[in-house]
């Protein structure tokens, strides 16, 4: 018997009215038959359980453990998934990036997902290169970002997509990445703040599905890889992450998930300080399921898509 973590991004309702309908994301009525058929087999946990499963406690229950999981803290979790869960029961772990909040920042990360959703995904990486190869001169993608890394690193794109996506997450500094999505950003948006209230939950959501039974956890403060920052940054993201939904909620967090969530993207210094900061468990991006013994801070997930295969 395993555990089965199931990782979600973008939950949306397909038509005319989702704004974001180009975004890669799972139609809202999929994601409710996959649910219900997963509850058909698993049993829906929250975190106490997921402890005491991987500590190699008995499990009383006849069917496999099932945790549902939801990275990034987007408005349409709380707007589409968290009414259903609600209803069902199901207790949601909900990870947040606490910057969308405090700081009313939107992510590197979710920049790229709103321009892909308003040019293309291809329309992006033109683009994107465009402006790259103005300000900084020509690049070899090939040596920028190696196509045997890229493919393991994203599963789901085409390949030209694929090193694209490792050349501006991992091939670039921080710096550089962020000067030139940014400008990007701004000539197709503006300021960008009525997309980031239209995709990013609020302090009153967030209090609303807490209340609800819903477990929010963290997700970072910055959303960066946190094995590639210095220690000392390290540790001011996750405790800035941490100290904010604390205080937004009245109460710890006990969960985490690593942004990006590869192995090289997160380390032991990183588990170090979740253990000391007193939290239970940390979700990974690892493909695979949990059995028992499997360490509470390295929980490997399944794409919805694993699921369906």
Same mark, same amino acid.
């Given at each position: 018997? &395993? ?58 229950? &006849? ?129 960008? &703040? ?51 939904l604390q205080e937004i909620l009245g109460k710890r967090v006990r969960t985490f998930s690593y942004p990006y969530g590869k192995r090289e993207t997160f380390d032991e210094v990183v588990i170090e300080l979740l253990r000391t900061a007193g939290l239970t468990c940390a979700f990974s991006t690892i493909v695979g399921k949990n059995p028992p013994g499997t360490d509470c801070f390295m929980i490997r997930r399944l794409d ?6």
């Open positions: 018997m &395993e555990l089965l973590a199931i990782m979600y991004h973008y939950v949306f309702a397909s038509g005319a009215e989702n704004p974001f309908d180009k975004m890669h994301y799972m139609p809202l009525a999929s994601f409710k038959n996959q649910v219900d058929h997963i509850l058909n087999a698993y049993e829906p946990v929250g975190v106490t359980d997921i402890a005491g499963f991987l500590s190699g406690k008995p499990w009383a229950k &006849e069917r496999p453990p099932v945790v549902f999981t939801f990275d990034d803290g987007l408005r349409c979790h709380y707007e589409n998934v968290f009414p259903f869960f609600k209803e069902k029961g199901i207790p949601g772990q909900f990870f947040i990036i606490t910057s969308t909040i405090v700081e009313n920042a939107i992510p590197f990360v979710h920049k790229s997902h709103l321009l892909g959703n308003h040019l293309g995904d291809r329309g992006l990486r033109d683009r994107f290169l465009e402006v790259y190869q103005r300000d900084w001169g020509p690049v070899d993608l090939e040596k920028a970002a190696p196509m045997e890394k890229a493919v393991k690193t994203y599963r789901w794109d085409p390949p030209e997509i694929k090193q694209f996506k490792y050349f501006i997450n991992f091939g670039l500094s921080d710096s550089v990445r962020e000067k030139t999505m940014n400008e990007l950003f701004r000539q197709c948006f503006g300021d960008g &703040e009525t997309l980031r209230k239209q995709f990013f939950m609020t302090k009153e959501d967030i209090v609303a599905m807490a209340g609800s039974g819903m477990e929010i956890g963290g997700h970072s403060h910055l959303h960066k890889p946190l094995s590639g920052l210095p220690v000392q940054e390290r540790q001011a993201d996750v405790n800035r992450c941490l100290s904010s919805p898509k694993d699921v369906n295969a």
